[in-house]
């Protein structure tokens, strides 16, 4: 009876020292697991931001380009900016992946003037198709054109502080779009 009382007591004690040492590392394993996924889909994100984020800095690159070569000012410039990266952040938890970045609020920012261009060029589409010439809607069409080209400037500002700051994020060398600072310097001198 005595070899089964020490050997249930080793048993037993091996078992408590492997519960109470598996516990906390099984725990620290699965904070570990899931800080690395987190950190993953961070970097996906992030991704999806910059590269759509590029893309519609480009795009107001040459909205503002069609503006600026419109001397009679007729032409409706075509923003095809896009918000599926952002739309796709925003829905659901994947918005808390993000919460505690300077990324995401310069997102919210930049997104925003997204929003506020393609309702600007929503509405001077509209506006274009009841213009016959001079009058009211000529003069709204002009200020609506004006709203756009300055919310493109303040778009291309926010968006190249979002992509540096998403650069940063990623631990990426800067990214630099061709012909932005013209694009900027031109804008700039047409207006004073």
Known sequence: MSDFLINFLANLSASLI????????????????????????????????????????????????????????????????????????????????LWDSEALRLSLYFYRIVDRIHMNTKRLEHLSNSINGVGENQVNASIIRKMITNSIREGLDVGLSLLEKLDKELNEPPTIIAGIDEVKTYWDKGRK
């Open 18 to 97: 492997a519960l109470f040492l598996g516990i906390p590392f099984g725990l620290m394993l699965d904070r570990l697991v899931q800080k690395r996924n987190k950190s993953s889909q961070k970097r996906v994100l992030f991704q999806a931001l910059k590269d759509e984020s590029i893309y519609n800095l480009r795009q107001m690159m040459n909205t503002l380009a069609v503006i600026s070569a419109d001397e009679k000012g007729t032409t409706v410039p075509g923003c095809h900016l896009s918000t599926t990266a952002w739309a796709a952040v925003t829905n659901g938890e994947k918005v808390e992946i």
